[in-house]
Each structure stands twice: as C-alpha cells, then as structure tokens.
C-alpha cells in the first residue's frame, strides 16, 4: 500500500487546509523543527484509520478553541494497483467515504473495510486505543514509542494470524491464541497444586503422602502393640498352664528329701574321717619317737669314731712342736750376723760424708780467693773510669755552647754574606785605574793603582785637582740594605757577646770541642758500665762480702782440720769408699737385717702356737676318753635298742588299720556327697524361687493385660488401618492426577512449541537480515509469542546475550524498529498492505549506528512505503531523499 | 420339641478398611443390627435357646464400647444365649470373655461355654457338647471328646463346635480347626451346630454351617442367613429352615465395554440390582467421550442408591472419538495433544496416566468458552 497524498482540514494546529502530495513508493523524509505539526501529520493519517468517523470522543482534533470545527483528513492511496480515496470528517457533519475502484463505501462500512484491510479493529466505544491498532498499531511507530515492541506484537497477533494466511496464519494463531494459552495456564495452575516446579509433591499430594506416612508409622506402632498384647496373653496362658502342672507337685520337696539323705551320708563319712585323722597323729607321733632312738644310737657311734679321731691330732700336734723348736738356734744366729753387718756398714758411711764435706769446703774457699782478686783488679779499673769521666765533664760544660744562639749567629752571619752579596750586586761599582802615582780619595779612603770599589752609600770620590764626586748609588734599595746590614751586625755581635766568643768561627770551633768531648764522655761511661754495670759502689760492696765469705771459708776449714786431726784415721783414705756406694752398702745391709727380724718374730709365733694346738688336742682327747668309759653308757644304749624294736611293732598295726579305713573314706566319696548335699538344696531353693516369680508374673501380667485391654487395640489399629487405606487410595489418586497433569502440560507445551519453530523461522530469517546490517554475525531470539527477546552478540569469540528490555535504550529502539520492518517483510509476503510511518524513531543513535540504520532503511525502502518525520534532517542524509520542510508544507498551502 | 436358632460368625469389630469411610462405618454397624434382627427372630419365633458357634468378636481386644453393644444387641431375646469362643475371639488366658466380664457386659442368659465338658439345659430338653476354641491354633480336633461323652437320656444332644470339616473343600475358612466329617454320627448328636464358614452350607442332615448373619465379602455363598432348627426329640431328624438375616447383598462384577450396547447392558444391568447393596465394579475396554459422561452420570446414580459403589476402570480406556474431539474445538496442537494421549493409551504402563490426562484435558476444554476471534480480543 502507498499513500499518494494527504490532505487535512481543520486538523489541530492547521486552521487552514495542508495538503502533502506526490508520496514516493520508497522512503519520505518530513522535517522541521519542535512543533511545526509533523506529528499532526501522523496523528491525522491515525485518525483517518483508527478512530470512527462517528466517534463524539474526539474533541482534541479540532484546532484549540475552536469547537464547532469539523476536522478533515482525505488521503488517496494505491492498493494491488488500485486506486483508493479515503475522505473522513469528524464531529461535525461526520462523515467517511472510502472510494476503491469496485465501488465506493460509506459510514460504518466503509471502516470495516479499511480495519479489514489493514488489519486493526475498531473499539466498541470511545477512542481508538492501543490494543484495538492491530496491525498498523505495530508498523506506525509513534514518538518515543519505538523502544516498546512487544506490546505492540501482542496487540496484532491476531490480526498478523489472520493476515498471515496459511499454515504461518494458522501456526500464528494457535500459538499466540488466548485459549491455548489460557489453557495451559489452567493445566499448569492445577498441576501447580499437586507439584513442584521439579515435579516433588507439594500441596494436596504432599499432604496425602505425609498423611500415608504417619497413618503407616501409626498403624505399624499398633500392630507391634497388638503383637505384644497377644504374646504377653500367650505367655499368661504358658504361666497358667506351667503353674497348674509343676506346682502343684511341688516337686521342690523332693529335692529337700534327697538332700537330707545326702547330708546324711555326708556326716557318716566325716565320722571316719575324724578317726582317720587321729589316728594319722599318732602314726606320726610314734614315727617321730623312732626317729629320736635312732639318733640316739648313731650319737653313740660317732662319738666312739671322734675318739679316734682326736688320738690322731694329738699325735700330730706333738710332732709340729718339735720341728719348730728345732728350728730355734738357726733363726737366732742369723740375727745376731745381720745386726753385726749393719753397724759395721753405717760406721763406713759417716766417716766417707765426712771427708766429702771437708773437700768441698776447701775448694769453695780456692775459688773464692780468686773472686776476690778479680774484684779488686776491676774495681781499681773503674774507679779510674770514674774519675776521667768527671773530668771531661768538666771540660765539657766550659766548652759548651749555646746551640740556638750558635744556629741564630750562623744564620746571621749567612744573612749577612747574602746582604753582602746583593750590595755588591746592586752596589754601585767604581772601577779605578789610576795613574801611577794618582790618588782619589773615597771618602776617607784614598784609592790608588787598580781596583774595584762597591759603592753603597753615598760617596764622595774627591779628585784632588778637580773636585768632588758626589756619587749616590742607585736604588733605595741600597740603603734598605745597608739598614738591614747593620741590623744584622748589630745582632751578631750581640750573638758572639752572649757566646762569649770573637767570631763565628770560635763559636764553631767552641762547639766542636764540646762535641768532642762529649763524645769521649760517653765513650768513658761505657766502658764504665761495662766493668761496673751497677755501679762503682755496688762493685765495692760485691767485692767486700766476697772478702768476708772467704775468711769465714777459711775459718771453717782450720776448724775442720783441727777436728780430723783428733780422730784416728780408722782406714786408709785410698780404701774409703764414696758416700753412694756406702749408703748402697748400708741399704742391702738393713735389708738383710730387716727378713732376720722377720724370719725370728715368725718362728716364735708358729712356736707358740704349735704348743697351744698340742695343748687343745690334749684336753680334747681326754674329754672324750672321760665320756666314753662312763658308767651307765652301755645300758642307755641297750635301752635305745628295745625302745626302737617296740615302737617299730606298733607303727605296723596303725599303718594297716589307717588304710582299711582310708579305703572305706574314700569309697563314701564324701566331695561328691557334699556336692549332692549343695546341689539338692539349691535346687530345692531353685524351684520355691521360681514357683514364686512365676505366680507375681502372672499378677503383674493379668493387671497389665487388663489395663491394655481396655483400649481396645485391635479395634484402634483396625481403624487406623481403615484411615490409612482411604488415605492411600487418595494419594494414589492424586498421584495419578499429578502424574496425568504432568503428562497434559508437557505434551501441551511440546506441541505448541513444535508449531512456534515453525513460525519463528521465517520471521527470524527477515531479522536476521536487518541484524547482519547492524551487529555481523548477531542473533535476536523470538519467544513463542514470536515477540523478540533475546539479542545474542558475538564478542571476542564468546557470545554475549541480553534480554532486550536490558539492553539501552538506543539499542532498543533500533531493535524495535528492526523487528516492525521484519514483520512488514512477512506481512508483504503473505500480500498483505504494509506502509511503514516512524515518527521521530531513532532518536538515539549514534553516528555510527545511524548510519547503519540509514543502510537498513534504505533496504526496507526498497519494499514498503516508509513516512519518516525528524527535526534533525540533517542527520539523514544519507538517506538518498531530500527532506520535505514542514514550514515549506504549510505555506504552500 | 426343642427349636432353636442357629447362628455363628458374627464377627462384631470388623472393619471394612477398602471401603469408604462412611460406608466402612455404616457397614459395620450393620454387624450390630443384625444381631439386633435374630434376636427379634428368635423371639418371633419363639425359640428355645439361640446357638452361637464361636467368632461373636472379630478381635480380643476391642473397646468396651463395642462390647457393651453387642450384648445389649441381645435383649430383644430373653430366652437362654449359647455361645462358644472361635479362633477369632478364642478363650485365651486373658481374653475378650474375662474382659466383658470384668466388666459385666455379659447379661445372665447369655451362656458361655468355655470348658469342653456337657452342659445340661434340662428346662429346654437340651445336653450341649461344646468344642470351645482355648488357643489361637488348634490342630487337632477339638470335637473328639463328643464320643464318649454320655447324657441323660432324655435330652436332646446338641454339639457346637467351630471349625473346619476334613474333607469339605476348604476355600476362605479362617482357621485350621479340624472336625471329623461325621462326627455328628460317631458322636450321636441329634444336631451339630458350626460355625467358621461364613456362608450357608449342609454337611449331612445333621451337621450345618449356618454362615454369618451380616454377608462381609464378595462370595455367593449364602451368607446372611440363620437356620431354624426343629427337633422332634431325640434321635429325630431335624428340620432345618433358612431364614434370610442379612440386610446388604454384597455383589462382585467385571464388565467388558467394546461396543456401546456393551454400556447399555451395564447400565440396565446397574439398574436391576437390588438396593443397598455393596458393589465393586471391574470395567474394561474403552469408551468414547459421550460414553464416559453417561456412564459417569449413571454411577453417580447407583452410588446413591447403593450402600457402596466402588468402581475398578484403570482397565478402561477414553478413546474420544473425531466428532468428540470437534466438539471440543481443539485445533491445532491441542489435536495433537489428543491423539498424542490416544496413542499413549496403548502403551503399558502409561495407560492410566494418559487416560486421566486425556479426561483432563476433555473437561476443560469442554468448560471453557469457546473461541471467537472477532471478540473482545485478550492477545
């Protein structure tokens, strides 16, 4: 469908007619600025479809304040190549003519064939509204309305089914109809009731199946109690039946009976056994008393043995004694010789250490002789040292000079000659060669023959004969010099007053001689220390305490003599031996006599003791001869022998009756009757106990049982079993319910969306296209109501989703717009009328989506009729059409 | 001439836990009436003594309540009660006898014979032989004792005994109590009175079951009958007469539905069923839309007039037919939903579920408004 041209009366803002003619079949590019009626344009194109020409709900239409206005919209459009006039007056003289080339159509008629057209419905009453637009509702966006697709999707769906013919059509219209829909909402509410979204139970089933559970657990619980009911009631019959037939025999009475007679028995075998007893103590009495007789006859013997045995020490003990006396006089001699030896060795020794005193002394006083001798000679030596020494001090300190003063007098004199130098060098030089017999005179001196004068002052050189010369040396520095010079003469000669001397050269000459002497001082002083290192006083004294030890030496030694000489000389001194080897001599000696005291102090000692041993045997011996003839000896011992025999007799006679009695005892077996005896009375005891025990269970059980009774168990579980069954057959019910609902809303869901893919396709494809312009290799998903969803972007190698009421709202816009233009492509296909109108529809982009968007439209363009209104044309150059001016509109008309 | 009523198996305390609760309650109160209706019997009849054999009680340990009732079901016979414990209510050491009467519940014409030894009623001409029940199990026969028992000449013996006779095929008899099969010959017993078959059953002309009073399960039996015993005096033959107790018929059937006369056949079959009884109902095959709803509508129908309906179609298959499914205007998808569920119906396993899904998805789309695409629009 194209629009040709439009005209409009009346029309809001436009008093005055405006009439838009020659309509391109692609794109129409209206701008101009805020107000200047570009949405009046489209408001009127909306009305003249949308509202009904008898409508009394359109008062906004007419020009402000203006209100018997009859606003007018006429529009000429081209449909399958046909011609098509519209005209419409609304509110007053309302009319609505619709001219096609089969005939004309008027009022209500009319309307209905142009909703049919396009695609839209009218409203029952009012004003037209959003969702009665339809199609055109999707394809003519309106200002800030091209971000919002979806709802507008939802409002044509069913006109898009209708449009859309065919197996699309139908597929459209099953999917995005309300009952489908409506229906599996119903089925997903009431499976909601019964189910999770993961298919647990919940609600009403949830219930049901806790309500299974706990009837269950209950059930069981009174089961288990009727269970124990019924045994406790079987084992009171048991009881019953045990009690009546064990009790009343009583059987625990015969146990007692056969006790006693065990007991009995018991005590008759104990009987025997007290005899046994006694008799075993006699037995062993009478064993003992044998055993004290025959001790008594062995003692006997062994006395008679240990006589013999005594007999013989003696014997020997006296033989021991004689050997020892004998050894007597040998012992006694050796003393006598080692004592002899010894002193004899001890004189030889004294007298040897005396002659080696007396020797050492006598070289001791030789050699201090010569000590003195030699102390003398240096002593003398360095007393005469001593006094040269004093002596070149002397002369030294006469000769000494000053050093400084000497140094300063050099250094004057130095200076001087330097002065003098540099006077004769700055000097005026007179040269004179006189003639013989010539004479000058130079201030006082008279100058003849040849010669050279420095002049340093000023001069008067006086020729006689001719006048005077006055000369003055040139420079004051000669008479600087000249100053100095005399300062310096003036100090030297004080020097040589304070050293006492005439020149220098005496000075130097005095110091030398100082030096020298000096030098010969030290010399002295050494040699003097070396004869006298401490001192010449120390060597004095050093000399005369060696005088005194050697008198006192020499003393000792006439004492010495004199003593020697009053003892005999004993031996020669050849033969005298040295003091080692008589201390050796002495040594062996004192050892010899040392094992002959020994060797004698033992001899007494075994001497002594051997006649104590002879002693003791003796008296030995004759106890036991004493003891042995005692009288009465014989007949105790014959007594012994009767005694044994008898008691011999009698241990025979016991011994057999204790082993005829022992084999009655043990016949009895009395541990055997004691166990019989223990073992019958407890279970005697047993049986009373048990009897007992058995008749209070039987009380404890009748009063539990009739206490359980009352509560009528079985019936309860009975009725908890009832409970638990209607209770199970309505969870399986339930269960069968959820499971069929579960069933209903997959199948519902699966074969809906089977339809849906087959519509997404097509409606993706067309999408897709537009998207590659926008985003290269990018994706918008439909949903099942084939409204967009999704955009799937790939970046960087990952894809990147959002949900389109995410993304900006730049983006929205274009993907708004970018969907409408896919629908108008699926629309034409189905041959259905699609003129596009976008009043101010991309307001957000870019100037790189813009352009992008300029590409896309000019492709829509080539299909649809596209009316574009902007207020910025100039961002829509690109378009490839020139922008109609508003303003330009208007005043043309 | 002795005459009494034979009766046995009441088995008060039953409960009915398949069953709906109001029906389970209902069902057992009428245990109750029933006795309530032999003792009115008796007296009409003017008997000489009610027979008991064994299984008054259903459990030992019922509420006092219970018991209570039960004897007081009684009065409206004044005349002696002769009773003898079964497997059910057996005379154990502590026991739903010593319970009663500790709590005197047990009116004075009721006679329990616990003990297996004759006991004489000479003011009604009668020695009776119990064969009373005193454990859980027996394996033995219990009615052994009744051969050498002697009686006064005079009287008439009666033997009660409960339990099953050697030799009778033995189908849904509770206990394993034997008893001789002519016992009543070896014993000469001029009647023997059992009790443990539940339904209605000669053994010879001597010996019967009378079956319970109240029908408790789905056997065509007999059962909810009594028998009225006549004797001319000893050694003469009895003259036996059932007389119908029981208030409920109790009625098992399994129904094929192929072919829709196949539902009409049910539905008159329904019908002419008497009333207040207890029915359980196997339907399979399958049906069409139509079909199910009139079926539906005719078992809400009988569930009303009956004292309970249960009804078994988990064999039953929905197979709407192309009108049904058009008539429901499911297009598209939804079709394919419907023969989706069809097809599912043949698959074991799925066959319940897919049924209740297709019946589901029926409903509502039945309910739901039809769709009219030029109105007001909800997309």
Known sequence: ?893 | MPRFLHTADWQIGRQYSRFEPDDAVALAEARFTAVERLARLATEESVDAVLVAGDIFDAQTLSERTLHRTFQALSGFSGPWIMIPGNHDAALAESVWTRARRIGAIPDNVHLLLSPEVVLFEEIGVAMLPAPLTQRQTHRDLTAWFDAAETPSGLVRIGLAHGSVEGQLAEGIDASNPIAADRATSARLDYLALGDWHGLKQIDERTWYSGTPEQERFKDNGAGQALMVALNGPGAEPRIDARQVGQHAWIALKRQLSVPSDLDALLAELEALPPMSVLDLTLQGQLDLAAQQRLEQALGAAAGRHRSLQVDMTGLALAPTADDIAALHADGYLGNVITELQRRQEVEGEREVAREALGILAGMLSTRRPANHREAPQG
Request: proline share 2%; charged share 30%.
């Open chain 1, 1 to 893: 469908m194209k629009l040709s041209r439009i005209r409009l009366n009346q029309f809001q803002q436009f008093r005055t007619p405006l009439e838009v003619n020659d309509l391109g079949d692609g794109l129409n590019l209206f701008a101009g600025p805020n107000e200047s009626g570009k949405s009046t344009l489209v408001r009127a194109i909306r009305a003249a479809f949308f509202e009904r020409h008898r409508s009394t709900s359109l008062a906004e239409l007419q020009p402000w304040g203006d209100s018997s206005a009859a606003p007018e919209v006429s529009l000429a459009f081209t449909w399958q190549e046909q011609e098509w006039r519209l005209e419409k007056r609304f509110l007053k003289r309302q009319r609505c003519d619709l001219v096609a080339a089969d005939g004309r159509l008027n009022g209500d008629e009319a309307e209905e064939r142009l909703a049919e057209l396009l695609g839209f419905q009218f409203p029952g009453r009012g004003a037209s509204k959003a969702e009665h637009w339809g199609i055109p509702g999707l394809l003519w966006v309106e200002q800030g309305a091209g971000q919002e697709v979806r709802d507008a999707v939802g409002h044509a769906s069913e006109h898009l089914q209708s449009a859309l013919a065919g197996s699309l059509g139908e597929a459209l219209g099953e999917v995005t109809s309300s009952a489908g829909d409506a229906l599996i909402q119903q089925v997903e509410r009431e499976r909601g009731r019964l189910l999770t979204a993961t298919g647990k139970p919940t609600g009403d089933l949830r219930e049901a199946q806790q309500a299974c559970s706990t009837l269950e657990e209950e059930h069981r619980q009174l089961e288990e109690a009727v269970k124990r009911y019924q045994a406790s009631v079987d084992r009171l019959g048991e009881l019953r039946k045990q009690q009546q037939e064990v009790d009343a025999a009583r059987p625990w009475e015969a146990q007692r009976e056969r006790a006693r007679a065990a007991q009995a028995q018991l005590e008759a075998v104990e009987t025997l056994q007290a005899q046994q007893a006694q008799e075993r103590y006699d037995l062993a009495g009478i064993q003992r008393q044998q055993g004290l007789y025959r001790q008594q006859l062995q003692d006997f013997e062994a006395q008679e043995q240990q006589l013999e045995k005594r007999q013989r020490a003696k014997e020997k003990a006296q033989q021991e004694l004689a050997t020892c006396q004998g050894n007597d006089d040998a012992v006694r001699q050796r003393l006598a010789q080692a004592n002899a030896a010894y002193d004899e060795a001890n004189a030889r020794l004294t007298t040897a250490r005396q002659r080696d005193h007396r020797q050492n002394r006598q070289s001791e006083h030789d050699q201090l002789a010569k000590q003195v001798a030699q102390l003398a000679d240096t002593l003398t030596q360095a007393r005469e040292r001593r006094d040269s020494l004093q002596q070149l001090a002397e002369q030294q300190q006469a000769q000494a000079v000053d050093d400084k003063a000497l140094g300063k007098l050099q250094q004057c004199e130095a200076e001087l000659g330097k002065l003098t130098a540099q006077q004769q060098a700055l000097a005026t030089r007179l040269g004179y060669t006189l003639e013989e017999g010539q004479q000058l005179a130079l201030g006082d001196q008279m100058l003849s023959g040849e010669g050279e004068t420095l002049l340093l002052a000023e001069a008067e050189l006086s020729i006689p004969g001719v006048g005077r010369l006055t000369i003055q040396p040139g420079g004051t520095d000669v008479a600087d010099l000249r100053r100095h010079q005399q300062r310096l003469e003036t100090e030297r000669d004080a020097l040589l007053q304070q050293l006492g001397v005439a020149d220098l050269a005496a000075a130097e000459e005095r110091a030398r001689r100082a030096n020298e002497l000096e030098q010969e001082k030290q010399r002295t002083l050494a040699r003097l220390e070396g004869l006298a290192p401490e001192g010449v006083d120390a060597l004095e004294s050093e000399h005369r305490l060696a005088v005194q030890r050697r008198d006192r030496l020499a003393a000792e030694l006439a004492q010495l003599a004199e003593r020697e000489g009053a003892q005999p000389e004993g031996e020669a001194s050849a033969d005298l031996p040295s003091v080692a080897q008589a201390e050796a001599a002495l040594g062996h000696a004192g050892q010899a006599l040392t094992s002959a005291e020994q060797a004698e102090v033992e001899h007494r000692q075994a001497l002594s003791l051997a006649k104590q041993a002879l002693a003791a045997a003796q008296a030995e011996w004759q106890i036991l001869h004493d003891e042995l003839n005692a009288p009465g000896r014989q007949q105790r011992q014959q007594d012994a022998r009767d005694a044994l025999t008898d008691l011999k007799v009698e241990e025979e006679r016991l011994t057999a009756t204790l082993k005829d009695r022992q084999r009655r005892i043990d016949a009895a077996n009395p541990e055997l009757l004691a166990q019989d005896v223990a073992r019958f009375t407890q279970a005697a005891e047993a049986l009373q106990r048990h009897a007992q025990e058995r008749d209070a269970e039987i009380t404890q059980l009748k009063i539990r049982l009739e206490t359980l009774g009352a509560n009528g168990l079985e019936e309860q579980r009975d009725e908890k079993r009832q409970r638990l069954e209607e209770n199970q057959r309505r969870y399986d019910q339930l269960q069968r319910r959820g499971a069929a609902l579960d069933m209903l809303l997959t199948l519902l869901k699966e074969q809906r969306q089977a339809v849906t893919v087959r519509l997404q396709a097509p409606l993706q494809k067309h999408l897709s296209r537009y998207l590659s312009l926008l985003f290269p290799g990018a994706e918008l998903t439909v949903d099942e109501a084939l409204k967009p969803e999704t955009l799937i972007r790939p970046d960087s190698g990952q894809e990147e989703r959002g949900d389109l009421a995410a993304l900006s709202f730049g983006a929205r816009e274009q993907m708004g717009l970018i969907s409408r233009l896919a629908y108008a492509d699926l629309l034409q296909e189905a041959g259905r009328p699609t003129l596009i109108i976008l009043d101010d529809a991309l307001v957000h982009c870019d100037r790189i989506r813009r352009e992008q968007m300029t590409r896309i439209l000019f492709d829509a363009a080539q299909r649809h009729q596209i009316l574009m209104f902007t207020c910025h044309p100039e961002n829509w150059q690109d378009l490839g059409v020139i922008p109609r001016e508003m303003h330009a509109l208007t005043a043309a008309t």
